[in-house]
Nanobody
Framework: QVQLVETGGGLVQPGGSLTLSCAAS????????MYWVRQAPGKGLEWVSW???????DYIESVKGRFVISRDSAANTLRLRMNSLNSEDTAVYYC??????????????????????WGQGTQVTVSS
């Protein structure tokens, strides 16, 4: 049974850091396309970062240089290290997986159901 469980969210001050973790079961994070996506209050879902099965990462422009995606094959876990957080990073963060890449291509709105599987999400709030 495929399952993704995110942890690590919380309240952090502007400029602070958090590391999100996503424990996967039922498949290997090293063999699938893995993503971090987020939904800010009142906004649509947006992809934040992805990692290919080959280990190639990418990020949306607004988090480049601040966020780092990584995977731990032994623990079958995906992580997102978030530095220099600001209020615009406040959102529910989801870990997700697909067999084929970039499920947002050709779509106006991204939805969790566009992914093969996804977790329950973890809240990140950046506030002083």
């Amino acid at each position: 049974q495929v399952q993704l469980v995110e942890t690590g969210g919380g309240l952090v001050q502007p400029g602070g850091s958090l590391t999100l973790s996503c424990a996967a079961s039922g498949f290997s994070v090293s063999r699938e396309w893995m993503y971090w996506v987020r939904q800010a209050p009142g906004k649509g879902l947006e992809w934040v970062s992805w990692m290919s099965p080959d280990g190639v990462p990418d990020y949306i422009e607004s988090v480049k240089g601040r966020f780092v995606i990584s995977r731990d094959s032994a623990a079958n876990t995906l992580r997102l290290r978030m530095n220099s957080l600001n209020s615009e990073d406040t959102a529910v963060y989801y870990c997700a997986q697909t067999i084929d890449p970039f499920p947002w291509l050709g779509k106006k709105d991204l939805r969790l159901t566009d992914f093969t599987s996804w977790g329950q999400g973890t809240q990140v709030t950046v506030s002083s």
